[in-house]
């Protein structure tokens, strides 16, 4: 009987740990399939600005690309120098309507989110460049966070002036008068 024991006992630990290992590679492959993942992009609606119109409109669009629902935080913040191409400088972050947002995102949508630019009046020609970072995390999986981002420029040009009409049609109508008069006078 203490030799039938035994076995039971050794195939009741076998069947434990038969058991474990299963359940270990289930732990390992669940994070696999529910691996967060996102696409930030940025649309421009408007980015050039200068002279009387200060402002510029951009849509930031997040896409889940994964099958599980995710915890997103979306920053918008100043290009750092690595990311600056020639001639261009980091936008400043108070022009913006909005710094960060945070929200859920399930699988396979995407959310939108309008962002408007207020420069101050006097800022100097140039492109200024801004990025829209997006980090993911699957609410029960925090230690697997998946990060996008995406990145464009605000241009501020000189303000061209379109002559008033009244700078323009004084001097013609002034000098048709006087090929008029001058007509008039040879005949």
């Not at 909005?98 to 949508?109: I, K, N, P, Y």
Request: include cysteine.
């Amino acid at each position: 009987a203490n030799n039938n024991s035994k076995y039971s006992y050794s195939s009741h630990m076998r069947g434990i740990g038969i058991f474990a290992v299963v359940i270990g590679i289930a732990l390992l492959c669940h994070p696999a399939l529910a691996n967060p993942g996102i696409n930030v992009s940025i649309e421009v609606i408007d980015q050039i600005t200068g002279g009387a119109d200060l402002s510029a409109e951009y849509n930031v669009k997040v896409e889940s690309i994964t099958n599980v629902a995710e915890d997103v935080v979306l920053t918008i913040r100043s290009a750092e120098s690595s990311e600056l191409s020639t001639g261009e400088d980091p936008a400043d972050i108070s022009w913006f309507d909005w710094t960060s947002q945070s929200f859920s995102l399930a699988a396979g949508d995407t959310e939108e989110f309008p962002l408007y630019a207020s420069l101050p009046a006097g800022v100097s020609e140039g492109d200024y460049r801004f990025v829209a970072d997006g980090e993911a995390t699957v609410p029960n999986m925090p230690w697997l966070p998946a990060e996008d981002s995406d990145s464009k420029e605000i241009v501020v040009v000189i303000e061209e002036t379109i002559p008033e009409f009244s700078t323009i049609a004084l001097p013609a109508v002034t000098i048709l008068g006087l090929f008029l008069m001058m007509y008039r006078r040879k005949q």
